[in-house]
């Protein structure tokens, strides 16, 4: 077909600056002689300029430079380059560099024809940068299940297998899988999920290693609507599941010790629901096993205070003896622990545990009882050595009296009966103590102020103190709120342990200037008494049996039963009584009396 003169004239005058590509004419010495509206736009000003000079803002010929190449061997060349646009950014481009020849063969010029490609490479960087950083494994798939393309993930896991089976590559299978994900999609050309076992290193001995994946695949829709290929992703999960399983041993083990702690077990979450209440804890509170407790009965089982220490976030709060309420409002003495659970300041819940001390006060009371009766038996084996020493001075008294009868001599008949008058006199002191000690009396137990009854027995026994050169003193350790006692109890017990103080100093070497010193605190909800004294002190030997039998160091003016009507009294406070002392330095007795273990009041 010829064409047109008229058309080739228009061609030859206006296609380069309508064709919407930067084109340029470049002499053998690099000179842009020409250039079109488009390279204008692109590279700016050209007229009398180099081509390195416009293209890359060079001030010599370009290393590998593909327009040199082409005026010598006249093949046309296509290739990517970067340079400098107007604005002096980098751009990315595509050059077509095609040589002019003329009548003689020779190449006087070279057309340069330049796309700018800038964006689209930034977004072919872009999404390959996307594809192979992502935190999953990705690969795309044709109809055949062959890999076309893989991530960087994929590649490190599994190594090159682009053309090969994805089933061959994934799960060393010869065949494709029952559960295909990808044949889902290539069916209906929908997205679908699906869990995976694949296996790394396949064909490789002793490099196998599961991988649990959850698999999600999308079609890739040709122009046509037609889906050719999928792409496949997937996550590994394998951490997740091994996470999962240990949490569930654990949770299964944590649930299997709660059941079965002989403590009770209660735990809320934030809205206060009830979440455990175990088998000891119903047990203790009396509850159904097939009753479901609700955040109201909790608060009317479990005392205010407690619940509100715990919802004010007080850490562990703990009550060492409390009482609490069964479902049918019986009172059971318990201790308690409760916590409020929370993580980052975000409040998760609740948890208590709860021990029932039903046994334990029985036990105690038990104790308490079975220490009195063995008192009471130590006294009795000791009562007929006592009576034995009683019965011998009878026996003297006697025998003077009979041996002045018959000799008619009055000076051993008046002695005689001076002795027996003494000794009938301390048979019956004797048998009076004894038998108050081993039946007792009912204590009294009203509201008394601890400090008072300290004061009344120092003021008992100044008089006499002062008499023999004694500094006795009372001491008191801030103020202690009155406390439910046998007011008489502890005041009898005081002045047997002040009485004794006293005593020792008397009895002490080191003459006048004793001190006794009597205090009354109160440390950690306990109520204490000390009777400090500087006087003679005990041995080992005699601080065995101090409370024991009817030991006494008052020789005939003492039952020896003071201390063990002492011991006897503090116990029926459910307290304690200790003693330390050293053989020429002095003794102290503590009374120990828990504010927990008083007796209540009937």
Known sequence: MN?????????????????????????????????NKAFELLFGEWENRKCYKVYKHRDSVCRNCKGSETFKDGISRVNKEVGYNKNGRLTSYTNHTIPVVDDNGDIPFLIEMATDVTETEQIKKEHQLLFDQVPCSIFILDRNFRIVKT????????????????????????????????????????????????????????????????????????????????????????????????????????????????????????????MIFNHAAKKI???????????????????????????????????????VYSINSEKIPVRLIGLRISVEDKSMGTAITIQDLREIKQLENEKLEAERLAAVGQTVAGLAHGIKNLITGLEGGMYMLNTGMKKSRLDRIQEGMEMLDRNIVRVATFVKAFLSFSKGREIKV?????????????????????????????????????ALMDSEGIHECLTN???????????????????????????????????????????????????????????????????????????????????????????????????SRLPKKS
């Open 285 to 323: 509170f009396q509850v159904s096993d097939n009753k479901k407790i609700t955040r109201k009965e909790i608060k009317s089982m479990l005392p205010e205070e407690f619940l509100a220490q715990i919802s004010a976030g007080q850490g562990h709060v703990y009550f060492p003896e409390t009482e």
């Open 446 to 482: 009203n509201l008394s102020d601890p400090v008072r009854i300290a004061k009344e027995v120092v003021m008992l026994y100044s008089q006499r103190a002062r008499e023999l050169g004694i500094k006795l003193i009372n001491e008191e350790s801030g103020s202690i709120s009155p």
């Open 3 to 35: 064409i047109p003169p008229y058309l080739e004239k228009w061609m030859g005058k206006n296609l380069f600056s309508v064709v919407p590509m930067a084109i340029a004419v470049i002499n053998p010495e690099y000179d842009l002689v020409y250039a």
């Open 151 to 274: 991530n960087k993930k994929i590649r490190n896991t599994f190594g090159d297998t682009i053309g090969m089976h994805c089933y061959k590559v994934l799960k060393g299978l010869e065949e494709k899988c029952v559960e295909c994900t990808a044949m889902q999609t290539f069916t209906d050309g929908q997205m679908h999920t699906g869990h995976h076992l694949w296996q790394s290193g396949t064909g490789q001995p002793g490099t196998e290693e599961q991988i649990n994946s959850h698999v999600t695949t999308v079609p890739i829709r040709m122009e046509d609507g037609d889906v050719d290929l999928v792409m496949e992703m997937a996550v590994d999960i394998t951490q997740t599941i091994k996470l999962e399983d240990e949490l569930k041993v654990a949770y299964t083990f944590m649930e299997s010790m709660i059941e079965a702690s002989l403590d009770g077990v209660i735990a809320m979450d934030a809205n206060d629901s009830v």
């Open 497 to 595: 342990l002040v009485g004794n103080a006293i005593d020792a100093c008397n009895m002490s070497e080191a003459g006048k200037g004793q001190h006794v010193v009597v205090r009354t605190i109160e440390k950690d909800n306990v109520i204490i008494y000390e009777v400090v004294d500087d006087g003679c002190g005990m041995d080992y030997e005699l601080k065995q049996k101090v409370f024991t039998n009817f030991f006494t160091t008052k020789g005939l003016g003492g039952t020896g039963l003071g201390l063990l009507m002492t011991k006897k009294i503090i116990h029926e406070h459910g307290g304690k009584i200790d003693l330390e002392s050293e053989s020429g330095k002095g003794t102290t007795f503590r009374i120990l009396l828990s504010r």
